[in-house]
DNA sequence: ATAAGCTCCGTACATTGGTACGGAGTCAAG
DNA sequence: CTTGACTCCGTACCAATGTACGGAGCTTAT
């Protein structure tokens, strides 16, 4: 079997070799021993931990905190579930916030729906200071 | 009345005289000439200004869409509107989005509130690769 | 008239999650 | 052995919305 290199694991993953230095870099992955003669290559535990992350990002975690839960592993589920519930309140609030815009852009638009006169327009008016 | 400098139209206003700066380079508002000797002073209009891009702005809106809605005063109604439009159905789409998350995140969590044993943590599972 | 405080201007930095570039080394195929 | 592809590494750059800094000039109060 041929060693995985960087862009091997980059094509199985569908990601960006340079978004695997990236997360190197910032020391979400380790990067392997560079051998003596060669490249790098990639064990499989540096995928698992790559698919942990983007499945982490899916659940809206910055990669910050992911190198939070990363740490957490084999830590005690209280802390990972910590963190789980100030991300949830945080989704909460930014939900609330979209609502809030969502109401006000319906109602604006229901205004120029109501319009008949294209010369001047609700929202425009809306915005203007008084 | 004293001349209305860049400091005070901040206090005025509640926002950083860089800010203000900041929004002269990006073209969004006018840089006043500057006198043959003195500082500049800001005219009623610039401030009627910056309230519409605040106002604008705490409706989702971002600074080069402002720049659009304040080019667009005195046009018809129409375009106004669609711009509006579009950023509504941008604001569903991310509500959307949030709702995905925080259901994942409530069934984790109540899972978590149903694990007794603090040693192993079932959202750390879900992101493991099986 | 001098010090404190303000303006002006250009530039750099912050955040988040990457992407791009350039040169040097290395490997595999012909 | 040469060519093309790939790796490695450091550094710069992207979006968006500001914030910070440093030095020089100007104003106002004492």
């Given at each position: ?10 094509k ?7 978004t ?6 910032k020391g ?20 698992d ?22 740490s ?5 589920c209280g802390?990972?579930?910590?963190l789980?519930?100030y ?6 609030a930014?939900m ?7 109401k006000a ?10 319009n ?15």
């Open positions: 079997m041929s060693p995985r290199t960087i862009s091997k694991i980059a199985e993953l569908e990601i960006n070799i340079e695997i230095r990236f997360y190197e870099r979400l992955i380790d990067q392997p021993e560079k051998p003596a003669q060669g490249y790098r290559h990639y064990p499989d535990e540096t995928l931990r790559i698919r942990f992350i983007k499945r982490a990002q899916e659940l809206g975690f910055t990669l910050d905190e992911i190198q939070n839960l990363l957490l592993n084999d830590h005690p802390q990972v579930q910590a789980a519930e991300k949830l309140s945080a989704v909460k930014k609330a916030d979209l609502q809030r815009l969502d852009l319906e109602e604006l638009l229901s205004q120029c729906r109501r008949d006169d294209d010369t001047h327009c609700p929202i425009i008016d809306s915005l203007q200071p008084k």
